[in-house]
Structures are given as C-alpha cells and as structure tokens.
C-alpha cells in the first residue's frame, strides 16, 4: 500500500506565502515524478507544478514565478514553495506521484487526499 501525504496549507492573506509538503511512504521501488494539481469549488482538478526525479519542472502558467517546485529523492518528499498568493489561488492541492512498486509493476499514479489553501483578500 502506497500513501501521499500532504501537509502545509491554510489560511493566508493575500501576498502571503505557505509551504506544501507531500510525502510518499509504502513499498516504492522508484518514482518517475511527483507534482501538485489544485481543485476549487466547481472547477476541475488542473495541474499546479511537477517534477521529474531528475529535476525538471514544469508549471502552469498561472503560477510561474510565484510557486516553486523542489523533491528530496531520499525522502520520497515533494514541496510547493508558494508566494505572492492572491485569492484565486484558493483550492483543495493534492498531491500526485508516478511511481511503481517493483521490477515487474508497471508505474501507477497515486493520490494524496488533498490540503486546503484558502487565500483571504
């Protein structure tokens, strides 16, 4: 059994900043990338920022030089340095790793349960 666990978030005034972090624990023989995707209320489910265990990002346009993306590979850990925030940031972020469980798995996409952000104007 594979877990994500996310953890960081609340309430912030805008211009402020949080620090997401996410942490995968279970039988994980190696992952390929983790990233952080964002729901608000009515809204699908879109892609934040993501990271491969080599290190390149990718983000979406709405958070570029506002967020960063970093992974600690040891620590099977992925975090979401957040500033500037500004109220439309406001969302559910969860956590999502591609990661497989042994030489004869397959690599899978797993889910943490998500962490609110909501950001006060």
């Known amino acids: 059994q594979v877990q994500l666990v996310e953890s960081g978030g609340g309430l912030v005034q805008a211009g402020g900043s949080l620090r997401l972090s996410c942490v995968a624990s279970?039988?994980?023989?190696?992952?390929?990338?983790m990233g952080w995707y964002r729901q608000a209320p009515g809204k699908q489910r879109e892609l934040v920022a993501s990271?491969?265990?080599?290190?390149?990002?990718n983000y979406a346009d709405f958070v570029k030089g506002r967020f960063t993306i970093s992974i600690d590979n040891a620590k099977k850990t992925v975090y979401l340095e957040m500033n500037s925030l500004k109220p439309e940031d406001t969302a559910v972020y969860y956590c999502?790793?591609?990661?497989?469980?042994?030489?004869?798995?397959?690599?899978?996409?797993?889910w943490g349960q998500g962490t609110q952000v909501t950001v006060s104007s």
């Open positions: 999502n790793a591609d990661y497989r469980r042994g030489f004869s798995y397959a690599y899978r996409s797993g």
């Open positions: 279970g039988t994980i023989l190696s992952m390929n990338a």
């Open positions: 990271i491969t265990s080599g290190g390149t990002t």
